[in-house]
């Protein structure tokens, strides 16, 4: 069976549930697919240690400030994952769980998205999918010889898990300085923190709300046609939250260059010389989770689509969201997304 409506939202995290505010608010009729079995989208499976990056009113979605969390002044992963099950029941948003949505295809004046619970045909769609789903892992040499245990930050959950073992923490991330400092500071682990660059941390007093403001900045620039301003990357590559100072001002998280390949037993550096390791925890990124809009063909370089805003440049009904500046200023965060969501809609109501 074929079910009708104006919206369909792919993904069912903070980007789907900021897009799913909107639709309503705009009393249009939608609904939000998402391939987990429980709210919260990513934020689920994150570290125990992680923090946001600014308090909990700078770390809201439209309509709901995130209440604060006692004691903490940046509010922990579990935190808003309470936080987004709330938003979604206040506003008794659409989700329907674990329906994974394999293809979207043109179908004359609508889009047809196929889904394992069936096809809903829309006036538009918004991909929300993030990119947790697509972890990446470099090509480095000697990485299937390696015979100890290999993690990408999916599957980082605590120091206790690497105990009394030597640990190599790969990329130069946020991720892989957290990550790095969260083993380090715990005691339970020897850690070599590895990076293809030195390391460059934000001014301390750096926080994601001036990251938001100067992500903005940048692309309002951009779009009045004046100089680029580098955005966030112009400041540095790492916020210095408290765990990162500390094992930082405690000369615990001081990085060395990328080693030259594994071995069976641990790294070989540039120079030569070898180091023993137990586990590579690899913080080297992800890709944008966009398998389901293969059949449209509308991939350009880096794997990404290329848009104007939100809106694909070759299909005006496909909007994508939160996968990054790509698609607007920090809308890959939580502050950041609610703007960008809300031009989506808007543009969505736009469409003949």
């Given at each position: 069976m074929t079910r009708r409506t104006d919206v369909v939202v792919v993904g069912g995290g903070q980007a789907g549930l900021a897009a799913g505010y909107h639709l309503r608010r705009r009393g249009l009729d939608s609904v939000i697919l998402d391939a987990?079995?429980?709210?919260?989208?990513?934020?689920?499976?994150?570290?125990?240690?992680?923090?946001?990056?600014?308090?909990?009113?700078?770390?809201?979605?439209?309509?709901?400030?995130?209440?604060?969390?006692?004691?903490?002044?940046?509010p922990g992963a579990g935190h808003v994952v309470e936080y987004l099950t709330d938003y979604e029941k206040r506003y008794d948003l659409p989700v329907r769980r674990d329906t994974r949505?394999?293809?979207?295809?043109?179908?004359?004046?609508?889009?047809?998205?196929?889904?394992?619970?069936?096809?809903?045909?829309?006036?538009?769609?918004?991909?929300?999918?993030?990119?947790?789903s697509r972890p990446f892992l470099p090509a480095v040499p000697g990485r299937a010889a390696f015979t100890g245990?290999?993690?990408?930050?999916?599957?980082?959950?605590?120091?206790?898990?690497f105990a009394g073992q030597r640990v190599v923490v790969v990329g130069g991330g946020n991720s892989g300085a957290q990550i790095a400092a969260d083993l380090a500071l715990s005691g339970h682990a020897e850690v070599v923190w590895a990076t293809r660059r030195p390391p460059r941390f934000l001014p301390d007093d750096i926080d994601g709300r001036a990251l938001?403001?100067?992500?903005?900045?940048?692309?309002?620039?951009?779009?009045?046609?004046?100089?680029?301003?580098?955005?966030?990357?112009?400041?540095?590559?790492?916020?210095?939250?408290?765990?990162v100072r500390a094992a930082r001002?405690?000369?615990?998280?001081?990085?060395?260059?990328?080693?030259?390949?594994?071995?069976?037993?641990?790294?070989?550096?540039?120079?030569?010389?070898?180091?023993?390791?137990?586990a590579i925890v690899w913080c080297t990124g992800f890709r944008p989770a966009l398998a389901h809009l293969a059949?449209?063909?509308?991939?350009?370089?880096?794997?990404?689509?290329?848009?104007?805003?939100?809106r694909a440049?070759?299909?005006?009904?496909l909007h994508l969201l939160g996968y990054g500046d790509w698609t607007g200023p920090a809308s890959a965060t939580l502050i950041g997304v609610g703007?960008?969501?809300?031009?989506?809609?808007h543009a969505i109501t736009q469409l003949p």
């Open positions: 987990g079995p429980a709210p919260g989208g990513s934020w689920q499976h994150m570290w125990d240690s992680l923090h946001l990056f600014s308090p909990a009113e700078h770390s809201s979605l439209p309509g709901r400030l995130m209440p604060a969390q006692p004691g903490e002044p940046y949505v394999n293809a979207v295809r043109r179908d004359a004046d609508r889009l047809l998205v196929e889904a394992d619970a069936g096809t809903w045909r829309a006036r538009a769609v918004i991909s929300a999918t993030g990119t947790w245990r290999q993690v990408h930050t999916v599957n980082y959950r605590s120091p206790a898990d938001f403001d100067v992500a903005t900045a940048r692309r309002r620039a951009l779009d009045a046609g004046r100089t680029d301003t580098g955005g966030v990357a112009s400041l540095g590559d790492i916020v210095a939250v408290p765990p001002d405690a000369g615990r998280l001081t990085a060395k260059p990328m080693f030259a390949r594994l071995t069976a037993t641990g790294v070989r550096w540039a120079d030569g010389s070898r180091s023993d390791a137990d059949p449209m063909n509308l991939r350009g370089p880096r794997g990404r689509v290329p848009t104007e805003g939100t440049l070759d299909e005006p009904r703007r960008t969501a809300r031009d989506a809609v």
